[in-house]
């Protein structure tokens, strides 16, 4: 089956500084990718979508220039959340789309995200 | 836009029990539903899918859930849980809108299943 990755699962990052997810689908292209960012015991908001070569669309309330998505192949999509503060903490999940398809989606294991 | 309700946001259930978990729609088109389950600490994974045709869905681990078009409801039911049933479901809908078209999930149900 279609497999996505995500790197690092977990990391934890002092306040002010940057960090770095990413985002790959394993066995298949991916012409579409998309970051949710998911709080403690709660449903899955959709942050942006990305498509590959172009700039990512982003949800309403979502800081462009804090949450920084470059999709530069069909296989990996990054999420950069610069300047993190506490309030950043929380578990990031991204998805991948097939080529081809209209409505796949497979899900990355998530990215704890800690910023103390 | 599309959106999807819950009603449950906790279901407990004793083992071996049926059980049903409910989950409403609103779309002005024609949409995709979906069911996801989620296990602590993890991804999503796909339980089942409606796109289109026949208006009960089965999917793994024994579930299946029904479209009902008149009641925009997609219900997922299993006749009987297992204690590894326990983890969080999310219901989805997506509206088929070429590739871009997004997946907007619900506030998803715990489902917790005691011995």
């Known amino acids: 089956g279609a497999v996505v990755s995500q790197h690092p699962s977990r990391v934890i990052c002092k306040s002010g500084t940057s960090v770095k997810i990413e985002c790959r689908s394993l066995?298949?292209?991916?012409?579409?990718m998309f970051w949710y960012r998911q709080f403690p015991k709660q449903s899955l908001m959709l942050m942006a979508t990305?498509?590959?070569?172009?700039?990512?669309?982003?949800e309403q309330g979502v800081e462009k220039d804090k949450f920084l998505i470059n999709h530069a192949s069909l296989t990996l999509s990054t999420l950069t959340v610069t300047s993190a503060h506490p309030e950043d903490s929380s578990f990031y999940i991204c998805?991948?789309?097939?080529?081809?398809?209209?409505?796949?989606?497979?899900f990355g294991p998530g990215t704890r995200l800690t910023v103390t | 836009a599309q959106s999807v309700t819950q009603l449950d946001s906790q279901v407990p259930v004793f083992e071996e029990a049926p059980v049903e978990l409910r989950c409403n729609y609103s779309?002005?088109?024609?949409?995709?539903l979906f069911w996801y389950v989620q296990y602590p600490n993890q991804g999503l994974q796909l339980l089942l899918k409606?796109?289109?045709?026949?208006?009960l869905v089965k999917g793994i681990n024994g579930f299946e859930a029904e479209f009902n078009k008149s009641q925009t409801s997609f219900h997922l039911r299993k006749p009987s849980v297992h204690i590894s049933d326990t983890a969080e479901y999310f219901c989805?809908?997506?509206?088929?809108?070429?590739?871009?078209?997004?997946?907007?999930f619900g506030s998803g149900t715990r489902l917790s299943i005691r011995p």
């Open positions: 998805s991948a789309r097939p080529q081809g398809s209209r409505y796949e989606q497979y």
């Open positions: 066995d298949f292209q991916a012409t579409t």
């Open positions: 990305s498509n590959e070569g172009s700039k990512a669309t982003y």
């Open positions: 779309s002005s088109v024609s949409v995709y």
């Open positions: 409606y796109l289109s045709g026949s208006t």
């Open positions: 989805a809908v997506s509206a088929p809108s070429g590739s871009a078209s997004k997946i907007i």
